[in-house]
């Protein structure tokens, strides 16, 4: 079971950046997939970003193109959300997740496949 333990967040205003980390801990060889969700209050948690271990492939939510990137050191199983030109509607606990495709997903990763989840890490934008 992998342990996941999120860093980074805080407050700041419009327009600033934050850098979320994520380390990672406690792998198994299914876990090829890792990804970065978050949750509004009074909203569900949506999908924000994620990439394929295996592939390194990167995909976005349409809300967060351009503007956040994924990476992952795997040498040193840390997980990276780097956030620039944040808005308010940014506001959100952001967690980091593990997904455990099949062999045919293992590239695309679908977020369905993702089960493992971090406790959180609060980011607050003002306008």
């Known amino acids: 079971q992998a342990q996941l333990v999120e860093s980074g967040g805080g407050s700041v205003q419009a327009g600033g950046s934050l850098r979320l980390s994520c380390a990672a801990s406690g792998f198994d060889a299914s876990a090829f997939c890792m990804g970065w969700f978050r949750q509004a209050p009074g909203k569900e948690r949506e999908w924000v970003a994620r990439i394929s271990r295996l592939y390194g492939d990167t995909f976005y939510a349409d809300s967060v193109k351009g503007r956040f990137t994924i990476s992952l050191d795997n040498t040193k199983s840390v997980l990276y959300l780097q956030m620039n030109s944040l808005k308010a509607d940014d506001t959100a606990m952001y967690y980091c997740?593990?997904?455990?495709?099949?062999?045919?997903?293992?590239?695309?990763?679908?977020?369905?496949?993702?089960?493992?989840w971090g406790q959180g890490t609060q980011v607050t934008v003002s306008s």
């Open positions: 997740a593990v997904g455990r495709p099949s062999d045919s997903w293992r590239r695309s990763c679908p977020i369905d496949y993702f089960n493992s």
